[in-house]
């Protein structure tokens, strides 16, 4: 298959024999996706990759992928941010034992300018992109955040405030899109 190969070329390219975790994007039709996952299954069987994954994956397409292969992915990379909150997802995740991964955790747009948004990180005098990280955090989800400054990296790591659950309810209602 054009994955098989891919995958071949992957590890040559990375000069391994073993990846921790592969993480897989939906395919063009769920027949394609599950070919993919169920060659992915392989490689786990075979000791080639510890951990399996994917992206953007919902709660039925998780329960569909689950009961037409019988393995349930460690990882769910997500959105997950302020004003975009899968509340039934994340539950989903955690019930199951997926990890939740999100990324694009700061949001663009509305969400930036939404006074409430700016009102709470003003009340715990941090910058709107460390509440937005903070937020994801104490949902309990690991970030996926990309830096390439010093600076932005700082920012990025400096979320060692806490949101109220107050607060914390008030940005998860939030719905911007």
Known sequence: S?????????????ACDHIDMLIMRKADSWQDT???W???RKL???????????????KEELQRLIGDSLTVPELNQVVVRIGQTPTELLEYDRANDIATEAYSVVPHGLALRAPIVAKIAAKYDVSITQLCLRYAWQLGLAIWRKAVSPAHMKENIDIDFKISEPDMKDLGKLKIR
Do not use: P, Y
């Open 2 to 14: 054009k994955f098989e190969q891919r995958i071949k070329q992957i590890f040559a390219d990375l």
């Open 34 to 36: 599950l070919a993919v």
């Open 44 to 58: 786990l069987q075979n000791n080639r990759v510890s951990a399996l994954g994917v992206t953007d994956f919902g």
């Open 38 to 40: 169920h060659s992915m």
